[in-house]
């Protein structure tokens, strides 16, 4: 089992819907985790982090994080055709210092 | 804001020779990082420093080392470049402890011909 998976897509959602990103981890000691996005070509950039159960909004991003059943979300609210990229979920693990990632999901916002 | 910046965005080299990739970040993290990004692949990580002079292996060290003189500077060398090392080298940095976001530089897209 990967210590942090996602389903890498691709996920195509209509300009203006609710895209919802998902992310289970196998570490139960994580406690720190981030959503980074990707252009495809350019490198990742952090768009969220989370460390308490609950959801935690930033504009159009909501992270949700539940610890009982392991597993992150990130939702995007009115996507848009920008939004279009990999999203990555990265938590730390092994109870040290790793950030681990998962492989991404390729998100496509359609016209 | 934190900057990682890298030396270069692209590169062509030619097998043998020795290639040298540097890392600059200006928010005096402690943690260095290189990954190497492929598709399908995911991003894996190269090596890694928690200090000056300080170097750990990550999960595909072979034909790559690196040095850190100094805090703010991390460089991957490919001793003896090979075709299989083509590849997007990704820099990152965050400060000490297992709960702190991390930064990426803008990559540098290596070609080995």
């Known amino acids: 089992q990967k210590e942090v998976e996602q389903n890498s897509g691709p996920l195509s959602v209509p300009e203006g819907a609710i895209a919802s990103l998902n992310c289970t981890y196998s570490?139960?000691?994580?406690?720190?985790f981030f959503w980074y996005r990707q252009y495809s070509g350019k490198s990742p950039e952090l768009i969220m982090f989370?460390?308490?159960?609950g959801d935690k909004e930033d504009g159009r991003f909501t992270a949700q994080l539940n610890k009982a059943s392991q597993y992150v979300s990130l939702l995007i609210r009115d996507s848009q055709p920008s939004d279009s990229a990999t999203y990555l979920c990265?938590?730390?693990?092994?109870?040290?210092?790793?950030?681990?990632f998962g492989t991404g999901t390729q998100l496509k916002v359609e016209l | 804001d934190v900057k990682v910046t890298q030396s270069s965005r692209y590169l062509v080299k030619r097998t043998g020779e020795k290639v040298f990739l540097e890392c600059v970040q200006d928010?005096?993290?402690?943690?260095m990082f290189w990954y190497r990004q492929d598709p399908g692949l995911g991003l894996r990580l190269i090596y890694f420093?928690?200090?000056?002079?300080?170097?750990e292996k990550g999960d595909i060290p072979e034909g790559y080392s690196v040095s850190r003189e100094k805090k703010e500077r991390f460089s991957l060398i490919l001793e003896s470049a090979s075709t299989n090392q083509t590849s997007m080298y990704l820099c990152?940095?965050?400060?000490?402890?297992?709960?702190?976001?991390?930064?990426f530089g803008p990559g540098t897209r290596l070609t080995v011909t």
């Open positions: 990152a940095s965050r400060r000490e402890g297992g709960r702190f976001e991390q930064y």
């Open positions: 570490d139960r000691g994580s406690q720190s």
């Open positions: 989370i460390y308490s159960n």
């Open positions: 990265a938590a730390y693990t092994g109870g040290g210092n790793k950030l681990t």
């Open positions: 928010m005096d993290h402690e943690n």
């Open positions: 420093s928690y200090d000056v002079k300080m170097k």
